[in-house]
Every structure is written in C-alpha cells, then in structure tokens.
C-alpha cells in the first residue's frame, strides 16, 4: 500500500495574496529532498497555487500519519521564518497554533490523503486552489462520479456501472454521512448543492472497493475563538480503469462556475482553471483559481506532473470566467456577488449591531406622514 498526500498552508503571501515567493519554495523543495533522502518519503514535489504551497508527497505510514504532519509542520515553520524575513503579507496565516501535537487536524493547514494498492498504471490528478473554500469541490466531483453527461464511462464502463459511494461532511454538526449513488443521489445533491456546510470528503468506487477522491475537508475545530478548517482546498482523484478517465476527471472545469472566496474570502466568483504559471489571482484577489498536476505513480514515485489545465481546450472557460468576473462585480456590495451575512468571512456586523441597536425601532402602523404628503 501506498499513501498519497497533500498537504498544504499559506505562510505568507508575495505581493498581497497573490503569489507565493520563490524563496519559500525552494526551501520546501529542499525538505522535500532531505524527507526523500532520510527515507521518510518515497517520493515529493511542491507545488503553489496562489499564495498557498502544497506539499505532494508519497509515503508508507498511511494517512494522518503524525512523522509526515510533522515533516509538513516544521516544513511550513521553515517557509514561515523566510516570509517574515521578506515581510510577506500574513506570513504564517495558515499556523494557528504555537505547537505541534501529533496531527495536523485543527492546526491550520489542509491536508488530502488516500492509501491504496498501486495498479500497474496510476494516474492521478492533484487539483490546487486559492480563494475558495472545501465546498468548491463539491460541483465537480458530482459530475465526475454521478453524472453521466460529464462520464461517459458511467455509461459505457461496466466497472463504473454501479457507482460510487459519496462520504459528506456537515461541517456545521461535525458529523458524517455515506450517500450510495446513483441510488441516493437526489437526496445527496439536496445537501452538496449548499457547499458552504455540507462538504464532499471523499468518494469510494463500489464496484472496486477502493478510494477514488480525497479532498482537504477537515473537521471544523475550534481555535483561539475561531472555526478553522475552511480554506484553499486540495483535491485527489484516481483515474482509469474502472474511475473517471483523466478527461473526465477535467471536464467539469470546462465551465467557469461560481465558488465562494476572491476578496476577502466573502464574494461569489467564477473558478478558472490555469496553468501553474497563471495560478496568481490578482485582480479584486480573484478570480479563484485551480490548476491540475497529473501524475503517474510508479512503485510510489511521482512520474511527472503534467499541467493539466495547460490546454487551449479551457481557454472557453478562462474567457467565461473573466466574463462572469465583469459581471458580478458590477454588483459591488450586494448580493450574490457579496456572500450572505452569515457566510461572510470579513464582517463589520457585529461592531454595527452594538453602535446602532438603540436606533431600531419597531415597525409600526403610527407612521407619521409628512403633513405635505397627505
Ligand atoms: P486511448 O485510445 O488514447 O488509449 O484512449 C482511451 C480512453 O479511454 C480515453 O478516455
Ligand atoms: P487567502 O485565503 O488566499 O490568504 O486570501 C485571503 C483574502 O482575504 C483574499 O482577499
Ligand atoms: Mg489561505
Ligand atoms: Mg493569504
Ligand atoms: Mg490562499
Ligand atoms: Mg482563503
């Protein structure tokens, strides 16, 4: 058995939120070499998307495995003192606690991690986004696993035939829930179409048994006052061979659809899928974006990654979405653009209840008519 993870932190933006400095690449690719070198790791590779760096990394300790949290832990402390150096904006944002202890659940960064049996061919797709939240997800693996307008092989594979187990987190309850689809899919599209609370955990193919997708959902927990947990996710998907082929697995991202996040985490905004040269959303810190590592896995080393999102095929969406941009942001500080009160990720709502609560007044029928009006 192998595991695959992906671990990932914001530990200081370059310029703003944009991008992440080179620097603090470097020095994560430079752990990763060591953690190869020292055994902890089979393989690694780093990755950014925005200003969040991704740790990809196989290994054999199985996932929420406390030496590769650790590794990624004192991984991302390193990046941390460089940003500080360099004055980058929110250097360290994503490490919310002071120490580590065992996992990284609650601590801050996100984390998607699957342990399988390799196949003599293992392509897998590791998708990365800034200025969004788990729930961006949720759209896309619906149609990889249950739609067969976007999988053809839902159709015409005999090992996709009976389809796919859906885990869905309620990230509000802190419980879980196992939607058999296509059985259940209406009941489960009733809660995954609400991505701000219900989240996609993972899905697991029914007719091979195994995992198909792991996306970086933690449980909400509760530090220093605040929900963590919510923020730029990663995503794992399995192809081929009885799971979406890597076209299908994509496919979704050929629409520009609407996720939470851009500026300040409290606005609707179309999701553009880029190259990893283009992954540096600037304009009103957005739009959000994703880009796609595809690998193949070999005897647990990381042949590639391909930039998947590299592709003039997704040009169509890259337009849209800057449509779609121009679009909702012609609505300013309203709604939809603006997310809805209790979503809002920024707020002054709570300072402006307590300065204005003596000026409500009840609505009554004793409305006092300017006497000119009457
Ligand atoms: P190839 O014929 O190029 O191997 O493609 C097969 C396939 O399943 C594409 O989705
Ligand atoms: P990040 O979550 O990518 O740091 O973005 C935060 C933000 O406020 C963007 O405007
Ligand atoms: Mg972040
Ligand atoms: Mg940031
Ligand atoms: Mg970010
Ligand atoms: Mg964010």
């Known amino acids: 058995m192998i595991t695959l993870s992906v671990i990932k932190a914001d530990t200081g ?5 944009s991008a992440v400095h080179p620097r603090l690449t470097a020095e994560a690719r430079r752990e990763i070499e060591r953690a190869k070198s020292s055994g902890l790791l089979v393989d690694g590779h780093v990755e950014s998307c925005g200003d969040d760096i991704s740790l990809i990394m196989t290994h054999t300790y199985g996932p929420e495995a406390g030496l590769i949290h650790s590794f990624a832990w004192d991984t991302f402390q390193a990046t941390t003192h460089i940003a500080k150096d360099l004055g980058l904006y929110g250097a360290g944002q994503d490490l919310l606690s002071d120490a580590f202890s065992g996992n990284l659940r609650g601590m801050g960064p996100g984390y998607a991690e699957m342990e399988f049996e390799e196949r003599p061919s293992e392509p897998v797709l590791c998708f990365l986004a800034d200025k969004t939240e788990p729930g961006a997800w949720n759209l896309p693996l619906y149609k990889m696993f249950a739609d067969p307008s976007n ?14 187990a859906f885990e ?31 989240v996609v955990h993972g899905v697991r193919s029914k007719t091979l048994g195994t ?12 530090i220093a006052g605040r929900y963590v947990g919510k923020d730029d996710p990663v995503m794992i998907v399995r192809c081929q ?40 959303p600037s304009r009103f810190d957005g739009p959000p974006r994703v880009v ?9 080393r990381l042949v590639g990654p ?11 969406a890259r337009r849209q979405a800057t449509e779609v941009m121009d679009y909702l942001r012609r609505h300013g500080p309203f709604e939809p653009h603006r997310l809805p009160l209790e979503d809002l990720e920024y ?7 307590r300065r204005l609560s003596h000026r409500w007044t009840p609505i009554t029928t004793e409305v006092a008519t300017p006497a000119g009006l009457r």
């Not at 933006?13 to 939120?17: C, D, E, Q, S």
């Open 306 to 316: 391909r930039d998947m999102f590299d592709d003039p095929a997704f040009d169509g």
């Open 168 to 198: 869905v987190y309620d990230l509000c309850e802190d419980r879980r829930i196992v939607f058999d689809c296509p059985a259940e899919l209406y009941d489960m599209l009733m809660y995954i179409g609400a991505p701000a609370r219900y």
């Open 13 to 17: 933006g370059f310029v703003g939120h």
């Open 241 to 280: 061979s009885g799971l979406p082929a890597v076209g299908e697995a994509l496919e979704p991202f050929a629409f520009a659809y609407s996720v939470a996040g851009c500026m300040r985490g409290s606005h609707h905004a179309p999701i553009m899928p880029v190259p990893v040269g283009q992954a540096h």
């Open 151 to 164: 999988t053809a092989g839902l159709v015409i594979d005999e090992m996709m035939h009976a389809g796919f």
């Open 211 to 222: 995992t198909a997708a792991a996306t970086s959902t933690q449980r909400l927990s509760l």
């Open 292 to 300: 796609a590592l595809g690998f193949q896995i070999k005897d647990g």
């Open 347 to 353: 707020t002054t709502m709570a300072s402006l209840t």
